[in-house]
């Protein structure tokens, strides 16, 4: 008993440890703001303060977002400032036209290392429009050090076309390469407008990136796409991980002030980097 209760601490210690050392990862496409959009009642001006509530309710350490447009990101900027600060550009200029693949991320617990923007393309350096894509499609690339344990990883946050399958497909083949310049861990998310059973997605493995939705033990089946409630659902939001240990996956449907904060919902997962 005596002993029980000497061992106690140390194992209280170790938990809490070990909690200290995880992160919490987030994608979410927050749809588009504009007339071309027409989403009446699910316009962003209606969702927007339950969005930037959302992600302070749930402070992630980092936020992979896609289909950002300049005044969403003003927006979001100004909510979220207080614990966020961002990166990424718009595609069709590399600088602030056309849609963000931007990531926010915790200051008080990530230090940022570099970053950079890529098209998925031929010419990935050059804004461009890749193979049969109907859009400019990027890949924001990130490497982060974790101010708690002094350990790095990269977060590429993309969002794959939604027209061209041929685009998917070259896109994911791209996308592995520039994974493997990038040594240690390294988490892979965003929008992939595709199934996870698509054999698209067959490479990653090649390349040591497992779906975090498969491997981790705590995870849900849960479609990710909601079309605001007007289409057939579907499960198309995905996170790929390399030398990281997935605790938990989850899809966040749940009610943040209304009917649908966007018409996909965030993913979150919960890891520790592992060196």
Not at 124 to 139: E, F, I, K, L, Q
Not at 181 to 203: A, C, H, R, T, V
Not at 230 to 249: E, G, K, L, T
Request: glycine share 6%; hydrophobic share 35%.
């Amino acid at each position: 008993m005596k002993r029980f209760l000497l061992l106690l601490p140390l194992a209280v210690l170790t938990l809490c440890s070990c909690q200290e050392q995880s992160l919490s990862i987030m994608s979410f496409n927050v749809r588009y703001n504009g007339i071309w959009a027409n989403d009446g009642d699910n316009d962003w001006a209606h969702r927007r303060a339950a969005v930037a509530s959302m992600i302070l309710q749930e402070m992630p350490d980092a936020i992979g977002m896609q289909e950002v447009l300049p005044d969403q990101m003003a927006y979001l900027d100004s909510a979220l400032g207080n614990h966020y600060w961002r990166i990424g550009v718009g595609r069709d200029d590399g600088d602030t036209s056309g849609e963000s693949m931007c990531i926010y991320y915790n200051y008080d617990r990530l230090k940022l290392i570099g970053w950079h923007t890529y098209w998925l393309s031929e010419t990935p350096d050059s804004v461009s429009y890749g193979w049969d894509a109907a859009c400019r499609r990027t890949v924001t690339t990130a490497t982060f050090e974790d101010t708690r344990t002094g350990h790095s990883f990269t977060y590429l946050n993309t969002h794959l076309d939604h027209m061209g399958s041929e685009a998917r497909k070259q896109s994911v083949l791209l996308l592995c390469q520039m994974a493997n310049k990038y040594e240690g861990p390294l988490i892979l998310g965003g929008d992939m407008n595709s199934d996870i059973e698509d054999s698209i997605f067959l490479p990653l493995a090649q390349y040591h990136l497992l779906s975090a939705r498969d491997i981790a033990p705590v995870s849900d089946t849960a479609y990710t796409y909601n079309a605001f409630g007007n289409h057939s659902p579907a499960r198309i939001d995905h996170f790929f991980v390399r030398n990281c240990q997935v605790r938990h996956f989850r899809t966040l449907n749940g009610n943040y002030g209304v009917p649908y904060i966007s018409d996909h919902y965030p993913i979150e997962m919960e890891l520790v980097i592992q060196h």
